[in-house]
């Protein structure tokens, strides 16, 4: 069965530090790009970062830019969020994502056809 | 960053209505546009993407169109696991927005 599992996530002060994993099971991660995304208690979705299968290309959404860093270690099969000064609206529960990227018509697609069960991560003091 | 607006933000509807959402772009964005549902405490399930594909194993009363700026989502016959929240996403340009979700509630 092919899955993701996240985990690392807790209560942590806010300007702390947290990082989040996400372990795929059943498929390569190497083949796919990998993405981010949270949602606040009660709120809507947000795309929060993507990372390219080798590594080599990253986006994210401005309110994280410069705080937080997604990276992969495709040996281990793995996808990473490193947090950095936290902020009391980071809290959310953070979902990973594999992307299949569709091709049609000569245009790549995101597709997000695979989810994680989320980690919760809540900043307070 | 490229803003999209899903109207109606909540909806009533009973077991075999015929549901439509909407979602707007604030720029075109070709056919790049993707559906989802997401259930409580749920992750999110992928419905459509390339704004008219139906993913795999999704039930064909799902159907999504539009290009440009105006997009819609349609379920044909509403059936119970269907009641959700639905949400779209632009994949045009960096970053990704999502709209702001539909809540779709038994009537």
């Known amino acids: 069965e092919m899955q993701l599992v996240e985990s690392g996530g807790g209560l942590v002060q806010p300007g702390g530090s947290l990082r989040l994993s996400c372990a795929a099971s059943?498929?390569?991660?190497?083949?796919?790009?990998m993405t981010w995304v949270r949602q606040a208690p009660g709120k809507g979705l947000e795309w929060v970062a993507n990372i390219k299968q080798d590594g080599s290309l990253e986006h994210y959404v401005d309110s994280v830019k410069g705080r937080f860093t997604i990276s992969r270690d495709n040996a281990k099969n793995s996808l990473y969020l490193h947090m950095n000064a936290l902020r009391a609206e980071d809290t959310a529960v953070y979902y990973c994502?594999?992307?299949?990227?569709?091709?049609?018509?000569?245009?790549?697609?995101?597709?997000?056809?695979?989810w994680g069960q989320g980690t919760m991560v809540t900043v307070s003091s | 960053a490229i803003q999209m607006t899903q109207s109606p933000s909540s909806l009533s509807a009973s077991v075999g209505d015929r549901v439509t959402i909407t979602c707007r772009a604030s720029?075109?964005?070709?056919?790049?546009l993707a559906w989802y549902q997401q259930k409580p405490g749920k992750a999110p399930k992928l419905l459509i993407y390339?704004?008219?594909s139906l993913q795999g194993g999704v039930p064909s009363r799902f159907s999504g169109s539009g290009s440009g700026t105006d997009f819609t989502l349609t379920i044909s016959s509403l059936q119970p696991e269907d009641f959700a929240t639905y949400y779209c996403?632009?994949?045009?340009?960096?970053?990704?927005?999502f709209g702001q979700g539909t809540k779709l509630e038994i009537k």
């Open positions: 059943g498929f390569s991660l190497s083949s796919y790009w």
């Open positions: 390339a704004a008219s």
């Open positions: 720029q075109g964005i070709r056919n790049e």
């Open positions: 994502a594999r992307d299949m990227t569709p091709y049609e018509g000569n245009i790549y697609y995101d597709a997000f056809d695979i």
């Open positions: 996403l632009q994949d045009y340009n960096y970053p990704r927005t």
